[in-house]
């Protein structure tokens, strides 16, 4: 079988390994289709996530058909299915309040758990989900980075009256702007790169500028999905009184101007990965609406076998998604 391995930050390679061992129990083994190179992926490779583990398989967002079965497997052989990444025990105080997205125990596929970057891979089954038939698996092999989207949008009011900034315009912010315009709001999308912005305006009538471009404006919902300190500051500048922000990126270095939060009654909210199975399932409702212009946002698909050209283009910050084939 053959494997994406990351032995070290910036060293990786596709190796021989042996097959994979029979599934086990609630388990599947799965014959990868697709696989979506995510900036986890990238953070994985430049050393640059200090929970993920070495030497590591990587690739999280995947989509595949279930090629054996444990006895207690949910799925039967020849099921396609899209995964969930992100395991949690189901057992902590934050699980049973179900807030499985925030387990204490969650363990993350090609973080700090083997991902699916290979011809096949092993997983319980319970944590997979059926794709339906009319679903193209190049759209399914989506579902995993939009349930980040649907999740913080959950947290906000956005209606087809509502003004709606984008910050950052990476594979997130372009989902981001994606489902705003899906869902009638006027959108904003906002980077310093010309080129993802281009790739925004094909997805319909969405406007695009750059930072320096709306700093006398404001706007009720505000999605902050660059991960960098001058987009956190000023993402909240952007917000109208009583406006919403949702902070998808991660900013360590950003400061909070506490007195505006409190004196314009900012709401501010943290939004990390998706709750299963309820964002799943919204994730692929919406997916399967042929309204969803979602295919502008993959730029290139690559064979497997061309995995470096893959990674370069994904480095590069100068394409959409980036999906494997296998």
């Known amino acids: 079988m053959l494997e994406l391995q990351v032995k070290n930050p910036l060293e990786i390679e596709?190796?021989?390994?042996?097959?994979?061992?029979?599934?086990?129990?609630?388990?599947?083994?799965v014959k990868t289709i697709y696989g979506g190179i995510c900036g986890s992926d990238l953070g994985v490779f430049k050393g640059?996530?200090?929970?993920?583990?070495?030497?590591?398989?990587?690739?999280?967002?995947?989509?595949?058909?279930?090629i054996e079965a444990g006895e207690a497997a949910k799925y039967d052989v020849g099921t396609r299915v899209v995964v969930l990444p992100?395991?949690?025990?189901?057992?902590?105080?934050?699980?049973?309040?179900?807030?499985?997205?925030?387990?204490?125990?969650?363990?993350?596929?090609?973080?700090?758990?083997?991902?699916g970057f290979s011809e096949e891979f092993v997983i319980s089954s319970k944590f997979v989900m059926p794709v339906p038939d009319e679903l193209p698996s190049e759209k399914?092999?989506?579902?995993?980075?939009?349930?980040?989207?649907?999740?913080?949008?959950?947290?906000?009011?956005?209606?087809?009256?509502?003004?709606?900034?984008?910050?950052?315009?990476?594979?997130?912010?372009?989902?981001?702007?994606?489902?705003?315009?899906?869902?009638?709001?006027?959108?904003?999308?906002?980077?310093?790169?010309?080129?993802?912005l281009e790739i925004i305006r094909r997805i319909g009538d969405i406007r695009t500028v750059s930072p320096e471009e709306v700093s006398n404006e404001t706007?009720?919902?505000?999605?902050?999905?660059?991960?960098?300190?001058?987009?956190?500051?000023?993402?909240?500048?952007?917000?109208?009184?009583?406006?919403?922000m949702v902070l998808i990126g991660l900013a360590p270095e950003a400061t909070l101007p506490i007195v505006q939060l409190v004196r314009s009654e900012i709401t501010l909210y943290g939004?990390?990965?998706?709750?299963?199975?309820?964002?799943?399932?919204?994730?692929?409702?919406?997916?399967?609406d042929p309204t969803l212009n979602i295919e502008p946002i993959v730029s290139e698909i690559f064979p497997f076998a061309d995995y470096q050209q893959a990674y370069e283009a994904a480095l590069s910050g100068d394409f959409g998604k980036i999906l494997l084939r296998f």
């Open 271 to 288: 939004s990390i990965i998706y709750k299963f199975p309820d964002d799943y399932l919204q994730t692929l409702e919406y997916l399967n």
């Open 219 to 244: 706007f009720d919902v505000v999605i902050e999905a660059a991960g960098v300190k001058s987009a956190v500051e000023q993402g909240i500048q952007l917000v109208s009184p009583g406006g919403e």
């Open 48 to 66: 640059k996530l200090p929970h993920a583990t070495y030497p590591l398989r990587p690739g999280h967002e995947l989509v595949g058909t279930v």
């Open 86 to 115: 992100n395991t949690f025990c189901g057992e902590c105080d934050l699980c049973l309040k179900g807030r499985t997205n925030i387990c204490r125990h969650k363990k993350s596929l090609g973080v700090n758990s083997h991902g």
């Open 140 to 196: 399914a092999v989506l579902i995993e980075p939009l349930a980040v989207v649907v999740s913080a949008f959950k947290k906000v009011t956005i209606t087809k009256d509502t003004t709606v900034a984008i910050i950052g315009s990476g594979n997130e912010g372009m989902l981001a702007a994606l489902l705003a315009h899906y869902l009638g709001a006027h959108v904003t999308a906002i980077d310093i790169n010309p080129i993802k």
């Open 14 to 29: 596709m190796r021989q390994v042996d097959p994979l061992p029979a599934p086990k129990h609630d388990e599947i083994k």
